[in-house]
């Protein structure tokens, strides 16, 4: 197994993952609606929301849906059943059949679940497009964080992105759910903390009531504030807050075109560091703002191709 640089996490494309819905994979109404929803990305979900005597057929109609669907620009994930269930086989089979983007794994704690399914998905031949979530959602998973996201920097794991689940965490650790998640801060920021050392990007987690968008607000707020990408949502309702919180906002983005505009200045050629305004603007600012200006277009494309 080799190394791979730092650069690793930009070989693919820019993604947005402001909004990533939540679908039972059986719920076929639900599924229906995917298409007509501005959400940037989609987790079908195979594992606690379908019944244990359902998932033969949650994966029977997933698959009929992926196939015949053109689900344009949101990205398509599949949360599997764990490694250690029974249904695990079966969950990879489909994986294979449907070729989404990424396959999500639930309750992660050790790298080694995610090699193991990455080196599943290589002997198979799977697309190199075909990326791996993992879910971290238990104490374990917390407190091995930094060793999962460390799998992303190895050439054929495949890891792209981690995501909270606080709900499993809240059980396992006997915190509330209450307001303001005060108790549950540390986690999360341990969990940011370890994709951002390993190039990852990062999810936050579900707000459980999707008739209380002012929590939700807050929440994504506060998400946004930690260093998260998106959050995880469970309802139609909350894709605009999602979207709009973890979205540049116009500030942000004429600051961005300033100094990317500054550093593409011949003027300022081979210099790390320039003056813009009396603020010393340092290479790796100019980076950020190349990114940001790149979701930016995203956003702008997506809405040319709005009806």
């Known amino acids: 197994m080799t190394s791979e640089p730092f650069s690793f996490r930009f070989h693919h494309p820019s993604r947005l993952r402001r909004s990533v819905l939540t679908v039972p994979a059986v719920n076929e109404r639900a599924l229906q609606k995917v298409p007509g929803l501005d959400c940037d990305a989609v987790i079908y979900d195979l594992e606690d929301s379908v019944a244990e005597d359902r998932k033969a057929e949650a994966r029977d109609k997933l698959l009929t849906f992926l196939t015949n669907s053109d689900l344009g ?15 695990f086989l079966e969950d990879m089979n489909l994986i294979l059949a449907a070729a989404p983007d990424a396959v999500l ?51 054929d794991s495949r ?14 650790t006997g915190i509330p759910d209450a307001p303001g998640r005060t108790y549950l801060v540390p986690y999360l920021m341990q969990v940011v903390l370890a994709a951002r050392a390993y190039g990852l990007d990062v999810i936050d987690s579900v707000s459980n009531d999707f008739r ?61 560091v320039i003056n813009i305004d009396g603020r010393m603007i340092e290479k790796l600012h100019a980076e950020e703002a190349t990114r940001l200006l790149a979701k930016v277009a995203l956003i702008d494309a997506r809405k040319d191709k709005s009806p």
């Open 73 to 87: 620009h949101r990205e398509r994930i599949i949360r599997i059943n764990a490694t250690d269930t029974p249904h």
């Open 212 to 272: 209380d968008l002012e929590a939700l607000s807050a929440e994504c707020a506060q998400g946004r504030g930690m260093g998260f990408d998106g959050k995880m949502l469970i309802h139609p309702a909350q894709i605009s807050p999602a979207n709009q919180h973890f979205g540049p906002d116009e500030a942000a983005i004429i600051d961005a075109r300033i100094v990317a505009n500054a550093f593409a200045d011949p003027a300022h050629a081979g210099l790390n």
């Open 159 to 172: 890891l792209d992105a981690l995501v909270v689940g606080l709900n499993d965490l809240r059980k396992a």
């Open 105 to 155: 794994l639930p309750k992660v704690e050790e790298p080694v679940t995610v090699q193991d399914v990455a080196d599943r998905l290589g002997e198979h031949a799977a697309a190199e497009g075909l990326r791996i979530w993992a879910m971290i959602e238990t104490p374990r998973g917390i407190l091995n964080g930094a060793a999962i996201a460390s799998a992303g920097r190895t050439s």
